[in-house]
């Protein structure tokens, strides 16, 4: 008899089912003093072997078969639940940012999911940012600006994820109502020596600043990016310079909150 072959919409969702994808957290720092305000979850899906399935393998397939809503599911209440953990077993106070995809942040009954997992999970609206790259919002603005509007409503934050690769619109810009622009990580790759990339990465924290919005730099690997960002007003960053995305065992076992660093950084 052959073995039963499964389409890869099944496989994820007995993955799913069978509680084989983790979450791993990504420390968010304060560049004004390199200290851990905050964590993005990153999910992964362990397979044999010790290999680890990144989301960019993954996503776009859970997108395409359905499963994504899901599993989106699954990492917001996974994820909230562990920040609120954290804070009552350690006393570690984090913010959190959860990546939300095309289909999921227009599924209809987003808004109510989220609003019944954070009433389970007790972690304040406040303390919670979606993430949606710019193509997602700008796909069909208008509907994007009202469930933004019903995400704010119920406290979350909003930030607009790899900014500058995507199509994005100015005029919608000064319309959506996110708190946060995040450079994407290929404008810093190349900080402090390419001048292309420097003129972009002043221009669009001075494009945020003007309207009033957050910047945090992703993919800051070196001081010397971290340093240049600072200088230009940068507010937050995140990159393999303060922590790579960590399992949650692993990560609070690191986290010191009293310097808040990761202990493995400071020695
Ligand atoms: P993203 O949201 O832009 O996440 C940042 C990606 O950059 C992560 O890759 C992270 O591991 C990587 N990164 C962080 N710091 C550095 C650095 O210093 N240098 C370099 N080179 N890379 C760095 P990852 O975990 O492979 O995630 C890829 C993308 O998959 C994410 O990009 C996000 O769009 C998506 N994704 C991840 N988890 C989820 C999820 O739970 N739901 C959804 N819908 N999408 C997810
Ligand atoms: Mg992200
Ligand atoms: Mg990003």
Same mark, same amino acid.
């Given at each position: 008899? @052959?073995?039963? +072959?499964? *389409?890869?919409?099944?496989?994820? &969702?007995?993955?799913?089912?069978?509680?084989?994808?983790?979450?791993? %957290?990504?420390?968010?720092?304060?560049? +004004?003093?390199?200290?851990?305000?905050?964590?993005?979850?990153?999910?992964?899906?362990?397979?044999?072997?010790?290999?680890?399935?990144?989301?960019?393998?993954?996503?776009?397939?859970?997108?395409?078969?359905?499963?994504?809503?899901?599993?989106?599911?699954?990492?917001?209440?996974?994820?909230?639940?562990?920040? @609120?953990?954290?804070?009552?077993? %350690?006393?570690?106070?984090?913010?959190?940012?959860?990546?939300?995809? #095309?289909?999921?942040?227009?599924?209809?009954?987003?808004?109510?999911?989220?609003?019944?997992?954070? /009433?389970?999970? *007790?972690?304040?609206?406040? $303390?919670?940012?979606?993430?949606?790259?710019?193509?997602?919002?700008?796909?069909?603005?208008?509907?994007?600006?009202?469930?933004? /509007?019903?995400?704010? @409503?119920?406290?979350? *934050?909003?930030?607009?994820?790899d900014f500058g690769t995507? %199509? #994005?619109?100015? *005029?919608?810009?000064? $319309?959506?109502?996110?708190?946060?622009?995040k450079i994407d990580k290929s404008f810093v790759h190349d900080i402090p020596n390419d001048a292309n990339d420097l003129?972009i990465v002043? &221009?669009i924290?001075?494009?945020?600043?003007?309207?009033?919005?957050?910047?945090?730099a992703e993919g800051v690997e070196t001081k010397a990016q971290a340093?240049f960002l /600072?200088?230009?007003?940068?507010?937050?960053a995140q990159g393999f310079l %303060?922590?790579?995305?960590?399992?949650?065992?692993?990560?609070?076992?690191?986290?010191?909150?009293?310097?808040?660093?990761?202990? #493995?950084?400071?020695?």
């Amino acid at each position: 008899m @052959h073995p039963r +072959r499964y *389409s890869t919409g099944q496989r994820l &969702a007995r993955a799913l089912d069978f509680g084989e994808f983790c979450l791993h %957290y990504q420390p968010v720092v304060d560049l +004004r003093n390199d200290r851990i305000v905050g964590v993005e979850a990153l999910c992964r899906w362990p397979q044999s072997g010790n290999v680890v399935g990144l989301p960019d393998a993954f996503i776009p397939q859970a997108e395409a078969s359905g499963v994504i809503i899901a599993l989106g599911e699954w990492v917001f209440r996974t994820a909230t639940e562990q920040v @609120h953990r954290w804070e009552t077993q %350690y006393g570690i106070r984090l913010d959190l940012a959860v990546n939300l995809s #095309s289909r999921q942040f227009l599924h209809l009954q987003l808004v109510a999911a989220i609003e019944d997992a954070l /009433r389970q999970a *007790s972690l304040a609206p406040g $303390r919670l940012e979606f993430e949606i790259t710019e193509s997602v919002a700008m796909h069909n603005a208008e509907d994007s600006i009202g469930i933004m /509007r019903q995400l704010k @409503h119920l406290g979350i *934050s909003l930030a607009l994820d790899d900014f500058g690769t995507g %199509y #994005s619109s100015l *005029s919608y810009l000064k $319309r959506f109502p996110i708190d946060k622009i995040k450079i994407d990580k290929s404008f810093v790759h190349d900080i402090p020596n390419d001048a292309n990339d420097l003129a972009i990465v002043t &221009a669009i924290i001075a494009m945020a600043h003007a309207l009033g919005l957050q910047v945090q730099a992703e993919g800051v690997e070196t001081k010397a990016q971290a340093d240049f960002l /600072r200088d230009c007003g940068c507010e937050l960053a995140q990159g393999f310079l %303060y922590g790579r995305a960590l399992p949650a065992a692993d990560f609070a076992e690191a986290f010191d909150p009293h310097l808040g660093i990761l202990r #493995s950084l400071s020695a």
